[in-house]
């Protein structure tokens, strides 16, 4: 679990506080996942309304202070506050922010972390974070993502359903453009093991290749979905070699949904 212990302690301390709609969301909930090679350098927490972000900031607070914690507000504006939190020589930035309620799945319960955006929404949020962004950690991210939890063709295509104003296609159009760092733009980034750039350049340029054939293989009906392996139980990037019915198309909705299996 790639968090500083102080992180660890204040996400233990909040995990009463979180709700399906106040949930650990951004770098420090995609490196809970233990295959992960970095650390996030703060806390966030993503909330459906932005009176909920007042809320919970208030109720977070409390929970800090009472154990000794200070909480500096760094900006507070509807919808979005920052604060650095502080105790014995140890600090961590924490946001609290609106984000849209509309996702693939559920937020899941983590024990002493609280409700946390599901994997596959932090992925999809991760793509369209370095679409958004020239960032080696968001680039780090992805790649690690692609190997690690879903290729980056289903990721292009499942982004393109949380932000409509994309379409597969131009997504990796712009993704294309990222990649291009040197090994002193991964120096401030605090990572679980060592980056070999050459490595990492080869594996980006076939993850783009074979994420431009994946997307010209889906039907047009089917954008925007992620795919559910229904024997594995897993979200998958289909092959077209599977038989009838074994992968079916998972759209999301506000909240998000759990895939459904019907029977016969």
Known sequence: MPLTSYQAELLKIATSNRRPDSYLAGGAALHLLPTSIRYSNDLDFFHDSVERVAQAF??????????????????????????LVER??????????????WRFLPCVFLEDVGFVLHPMDLSVNKLLALVGRDEPRDFLDV???HRAVLPLGALCWAAAGKDPGFSPSSL?????????????DFARLHLAQ???????KVSWLEALDKAQAFIASRPPQELG???????????????????????APHFGRPGGVLPRILED
């Open 88 to 101: 014995d020589g140890q600090a961590t930035k924490i946001e609290w922010a609106h984000d849209s309620a």
């Open 194 to 200: 060592a980056v070999d750039l050459p490595s990492l």
């Open 58 to 83: 208030a109720e977070d607070r409390e929970a800090f202070v009472d154990r000794g914690h200070r909480v500096t507000v760094d900006m507070a504006q509807p919808g979005y506050i920052r604060a």
């Open 225 to 247: 979905c992620l795919y559910y392996s229904l024997s594995r139980k897993v979200f998958v990037e289909p092959t077209g070699l599977e038989p009838a019915g074994e992968v």
């Open 172 to 184: 990796l159009e712009l993704l294309r453009r990222r990649g291009k760092y040197r090994p002193e």
């Open 143 to 145: 790649i690690h993502l």
